[in-house]
Nanobody, 124 residues
Framework: QVQLVESGGGLVQAGGSLRLSCAAS????????MGWFRQAPGKERDIVAA????????FYADSVKGRFTISRDNAKNTVYLQMNSLEPEDTAVFYC?????????????????WGQGTQVTVSS
């Protein structure tokens, strides 16, 4: 069993920044890709960013390219999402997820463990 615990969400004004963290435990962290998803009210849970096992390959949704950065520290079993230039449209619950493979994947079905989510609210 894998446990994922997100932190760092909150309320921020448009143009501001937040850094989300996801601490993982329960399996060999650096063998698997990690991802961040988000779900706004009434919408599906969509990929935001993903990173492969060794941190050298990343994927970003078009809506966040140039604003968000995903990274990981395998020594700390932690993955991060640095979010800059936040917009009201970024308001959502953000979820950390652990993949079933080492390479970058961006479909929900390829992520097998999920955190409880952290709320990000961006005011205009």
């Amino acid at each position: 069993q894998v446990q994922l615990v997100e932190s760092g969400g909150g309320l921020v004004q448009a143009g501001g920044s937040l850094r989300l963290s996801c601490a993982a435990s329960g399996r060999t962290f650096d063998n698997y890709a990690m991802g961040w998803f988000r779900q706004a009210p009434g919408k599906e849970r969509d990929i935001v960013a993903a990173i492969n096992a060794n941190g050298r390959s990343t994927f970003y949704a078009d809506s966040v390219k140039g604003r968000f950065t995903i990274s990981r520290d395998n020594a700390k079993n932690t993955v991060y999402l640095q979010m800059n230039s936040l917009e009201p449209e970024d308001t959502a619950v953000f979820y950390c997820a652990a993949g079933s493979r080492s390479w970058v994947t961006f479909t929900r079905e390829e992520y097998i463990y999920w955190g409880q989510g952290t709320q990000v609210t961006v005011s205009s």
